[in-house]
């Protein structure tokens, strides 16, 4: 099995940088540092780096159709934001009753966001599967897909062809598959890699073009490529010990780049893993695919 090692490419030193895409129009990344409540833009043909405060932590977001629009997937709430003039438009809230923030989150095929959520215990203690994925489609109406419970909802991607969704609960270590249907159905989900032999957790994932899911894996330093028979065919080696999710970048779309994390970590941890929170670059020879937007319009728009 072949093997290369990412470099770090931004002293970001985050948090818990998280939910990296890459924007083809504005040939940059977008991120989130979801425990600051930042949202961060690297253009990497020049170096430059801007970020935003946002108004309570960002657990993920998509690109829209509409250009300097994002949604935001807030920690309980949705909404969309302006780039240029930071107006913020909410939409709703997200299991307001429960001990739960939202998590991971991508855009299907056909522009439609589907997100997880994330169980925040009250006092601490374990996590348990209390969360669940959902859909919002493009009307803005938002659905609970019938996955079962989660506590860490992650990896979330689809196939080139958008009739495979990927998705895990972090804790169980698994990454499961299942078929989803072009009205935005998921069914049929099944186990699909096993990491319960390793000592870390399955955290984001991205898909290539070929279809091979990039899997970045929380504690162990690395992101792993699955080819879509479920192979472990390539090792990226991260220098952080807790890498959060890889995205397809550059003009080529052959950059693999890398968020990761300091959370949790203690001062010694820290010490030792001196690269934590940084944003990480490895040139591989798949290409990825352009990230899918959501297809929605904020009613402001709609109103216009």
Same mark, same amino acid.
């Given at each position: 099995m072949s093997g290369v090692v990412a470099t770090s490419v931004l002293?970001? #030193?985050? &948090? /818990?940088?998280?939910?990296?895409q890459w924007c083809d129009r504005k040939q940059a990344l977008y991120w989130t540092d979801i425990q600051t409540s930042k949202l961060y833009r690297h253009r990497p043909s020049d170096a430059l780096t801007e970020s935003w405060p946002m108004p309570e932590r960002l657990a993920s977001f998509a690109l829209c159709e509409l250009d300097d629009w994002l949604l935001l997937g807030l920690a309980t709430r949705l909404a969309f934001y302006h780039l240029p003039s930071g107006a913020l438009e909410p939409l709703?809230? &997200? =299991?307001?009753? /429960?001990?739960t923030r939202l998590n991971d989150g991508v855009c299907d095929r056909e522009g439609r966001f589907v997100f997880g959520t994330l169980h =925040? !215990? &009250? *006092?601490g203690g374990p996590k348990q599967p209390i969360g669940s994925f959902y859909r919002l489609d493009t009307d803005l109406s938002l659905h609970r897909l019938d996955l079962g419970g989660v506590a860490i909802s992650n990896s979330l991607a689809f196939s080139p062809d958008g009739r495979t969704m990927y998705f895990c609960d972090s804790p169980r270590r698994v990454i499961r598959r299942g078929s989803y249907s072009i009205d935005g159905h998921a069914s049929d989900a099944e186990d699909w890699i096993d990491l319960r032999h390793i000592e870390g957790e399955p955290d984001g994932s991205t898909v290539d073009a070929e279809g091979g899911l990039w899997n970045a894996q929380w504690g162990m330093g690395r992101v792993v490529r699955y080819a879509p028979d479920g192979r472990e065919d390539l090792i990226v080696q991260v220098s952080a010990r807790? !890498?959060? #999710? !890889?995205a /397809?970048? *550059?003009a080529a779309l052959g950059q693999l780049y890398v968020? +990761?994390?300091r959370d *949790?970590? +203690?001062?010694?941890a820290l010490s030792e893993d001196t690269q934590a929170g940084n944003l990480f670059c490895a040139p591989v020879s798949q290409r990825g695919l352009p990230e899918a937007r959501f297809a929605g319009h904020p009613r402001t728009i709609d109103a216009a």
């Open positions: 002293d970001a #030193r985050n &948090v /818990l940088g998280e939910g990296i709703c809230e &997200v =299991e307001a009753a /429960l001990a =925040e !215990p &009250v *006092g807790q !890498p959060t #999710r !890889p /397809l970048g *550059g968020t +990761s994390a *949790g970590l +203690s001062a010694q």
